[in-house]
């Protein structure tokens, strides 16, 4: 006699620095067809605190298992998001930051060798703050966004890329990391070998420190949208031992 079939967990995906949530549209397209639920809600990217505050509430409202899934900064913000969240069941990183506690995305970037990224930014003072709330914002500047954040992908794609790109607050790369997450949780990493936006021995270091399932891809921090396939494997394969149902059985073969 067979007991009750697990839920499917929902993939709650969370962008990084400089793009939005549009740039998970070929994983979601993927998983979606694999028979997963997926939410992609805006990160906004104005503090750690914070955007970990905003994400946690949308998991929390999800009475659902939930694995979490986060790109670039969006790495940090799922660490710190799903530290008490008790629905999560797995953690994914892409190219993300892991950090532990009492570390900001600062201190991982100052740690290793400095990438192109390092030189390609712009800061600009946010509008409509007080003088008593100094802060700003970086953006990468457009005509090195192609080159730091996605070489592999065609002109008429960063171009718009580019144009359309979400800053980052100055003080989310400070914010410190509480407890993290993935101490308790299992975790996957998918470490983008070409990356020039967050150092590879970075991921690496991150993923091993985690004790992730690795998984490499030849590609830059833009990986989301130029392997897509690679991307949604993992996170599946991360859903499946979620549940415990490792042969995924339950998950249409469509990738």
């Known amino acids: 006699m067979h007991g009750p079939t697990p839920v499917l967990p929902t993939i709650v995906l969370v962008h990084g620095a400089f793009t939005d949530a549009s740039s998970w549209a070929g994983v979601i397209r993927l998983l979606q067809a694999a028979g997963l639920t997926v939410r992609a809600p805006a990160n906004p990217l104005r503090g750690l605190a914070q955007d970990a505050a905003y994400i946690r509430s949308v998991v929390c409202h999800l ?25 999560i069941v797995a953690l994914c ?25 390092t030189d390609a ?4 003072a946010l509008p409509g703050r007080f003088p008593a709330e100094p802060d700003s914002e970086l953006y990468i500047r457009k005509e090195r966004f192609p080159q730091v954040y996605a070489a592999e992908l065609p002109p008429r794609v960063t171009d718009v890329l580019s144009a359309a790109q979400r800053p980052i607050a100055w ?28 150092n590879p021995t970075a991921q690496r ?51």
């Open 171 to 198: 003080s989310a790369l400070t914010g410190r990391s509480g407890p993290p997450a993935w101490a308790s949780k299992p975790s996957w990493y998918a470490i983008a070998t070409a990356d020039r936006m967050l």
């Open 63 to 87: 009475d659902v298992p939930v694995v979490l899934v986060g790109h670039g900064y969006g790495g940090a913000v799922i660490t710190q998001a799903a530290a008490d969240a008790d629905n």
């Open 121 to 124: 930014t712009v800061t600009v």
């Open 205 to 255: 270091f991150m993923a091993q420190r985690m004790a992730a399932t690795e998984h490499l891809l030849d590609g830059t921090h833009a990986v989301v949208l130029s392997q897509p396939g690679a991307v949604a494997s993992m996170i599946r394969e991360a859903a499946e031992q979620g549940t415990g149902r490792g042969d995924g059985d339950r998950l249409r073969r469509t990738l």
């Open 93 to 117: 990183y892409v190219a993300a930051f892991g950090l532990d506690a009492g570390e900001c995305v600062a201190d991982i970037t100052n740690r290793f060798a400095p990438m192109p990224v």
